[in-house]
């Protein structure tokens, strides 16, 4: 079981749904943290409520150059948690070019602007602990899911490089597969959303698997179950079941 108290934690994504309840949890856990977002205002609230040590980092992560100042700022630290993302539902049919470029620019090139200045540092100390967010949709390809499905994809396969990399090397990743979670971006959807989780909810989940020694987690259980397994079925079947 991975030891959290007193280490030193950057949630990059922390200003509100689940990067917020983490930060709470994890505050709790006696973690210290940096919080970063591209705003700061609520930050600052967030850090001002929690009941351990927690500063504020500006970093917007489409912005090379403020990743870059941020990480400076930020320094070394015992842990990163990637939470940042954006979120437009569309069909192809429906294909907004500068919604779907800051999908991939924030969800999916935004990781790697943080990555690039955090890993490195990492593995020349033969330390570190790296948690990235993908998504159940990132399975495989979904329905008015154009940019958003296709950047976590895209983030959940450069996990897994990370980490078949750095197995053994001290330097732990982790992956987290949320389900939907009830927040500012999902209210944006206007269909069903089974086994909907409430933030605090999918943070706890996330704090098992911090704690754990496994790479991989998909939460809900249940509902997880159905996207990894469509990665099973032949391709007309999975398209007669998941597509329009």
């Not at 907004?96 to 990781?111: I, R």
């Not at 330097?171 to 597969?177: G, K, T």
């Not at 944006?188 to 996330?206: L, V």
Request: glycine content about 12%; some cysteine.
């Amino acid at each position: 079981m991975r030891k959290l108290s007193g280490k030193t934690y950057w949630l990059v994504g922390a200003s509100e749904g689940l990067g917020r309840a983490l930060a709470q949890k994890l505050s709790k856990a006696g973690v210290s943290l940096v919080l970063s977002a591209r705003g700061t205002d609520s930050l600052n609230d967030l850090a001002g409520s929690l009941p351990g040590p927690a500063r504020v980092v500006a970093c917007d992560v489409s912005d090379r150059a403020s990743v870059l100042a941020a990480a400076q700022d930020v320094g070394a630290v015992d842990g990163l948690v990637f939470l940042a993302g954006v979120y437009w539902p569309q069909p192809a049919q429906e294909w907004n070019a500068e919604q779907v470029e800051a999908m991939f620019d924030v969800n999916l090139t935004g990781a790697a602007r943080v990555l690039g200045q955090v890993v490195p540092a990492m593995v020349a100390r033969g330390a570190g602990h790296v948690v990235i967010t993908g998504s159940l949709s990132g399975y495989r390809g979904l329905p008015g899911a154009i940019g958003y499905a296709s950047s976590k994809a895209g983030l959940m396969h450069l996990a897994e490089s990370i980490h078949c990399d750095l197995r053994g090397t001290g330097v732990d990743v982790q992956l987290a597969v949320p389900g939907f979670i009830r927040t500012r971006l999902t209210e944006k959807n206007d269909f069903a959303m089974p086994f909907i989780m409430e933030p605090e909810q999918a943070a706890e989940e996330m704090m098992i698997l911090m704690r754990s020694d496994k790479f991989h987690r998909a939460f809900p259980k249940l509902f997880s179950l159905v996207f990894r397994g469509g990665n099973f079925l032949p391709d007309w079947l999975y398209y007669r079941v998941f597509g329009r």
